[in-house]
């Protein structure tokens, strides 16, 4: 009888385990699948498919943004009456600087763009970019935001840049505004109508403080990367 009586218990037990398990320990379907096709590079017309699992979150958008906005290092203070040689940097001790002079390398910044590739690289990986290339691209932000005239806006950013070990992706008539080891691709969905993507391989990135997000610098007047760009159900794969 005590032997029926546990048995009992242990399946309540187990069936309460069940139906108290989070919804997310289901596979969550992806958040965003494209389309398009490379242009103004030179190997334009390739295939690229995107993968976007989930969006960033605004704890792990907030150090991308700020990397390219440094806070300014605070004034030393310096106390009334001090020695002036002595908050130089220890002058005072033989002409030559003390260790704050010599050694303070961890205090000054570092060049925003080298602090956004080292953010972009600490991010997790939110999908994929696959193109040509045997492997793909790891996406470390995603950025989403539904413009007033019912188009998208997605923002990307990959840990390397595209193209990196190949001249596939090299731009066609203009050079790279800056050679970043990162690649940002910012993207425009017309709610009807072509749609197609931008990229830092042609375009400066900068911060859009107003979305509170990186961006492309000047999204209208540059190049396009990605042409023909479509949504699509199910996942991406290469």
Known sequence: MLTMRYRELTILATLGVLTTMPAHAAPAADALN??????NVIESGSPIKIQVIRWSTDEERMPVVAA???AAPAPAAT???ANPTAAAGGRGRGGRGGRGARGGRGDIPLDPVAALTAAIG???????I????VTGYSIKYAYH???PDGSERIILATDRRLGAYSQAWK??????SANYDFTLVEIRLGAAGASEGKSSLTAKVITDTAAATIALENYAAAPATLQKVEKF??????
């Open 34 to 39: 494209l389309t398009a096709t490379s242009v």
């Open 68 to 70: 390219l906005n440094p």
């Open 79 to 81: 106390a009334t009456g």
């Open 122 to 128: 600490r991010a997790p990986t939110l999908g994929y």
């Open 130 to 133: 696959w193109t040509k290339d």
């Open 145 to 147: 935001a539904a413009l």
């Open 171 to 176: 731009p066609l008539g203009a050079e790279a």
């Open 233 to 238: 159900k199910g996942q991406s794969s290469k």
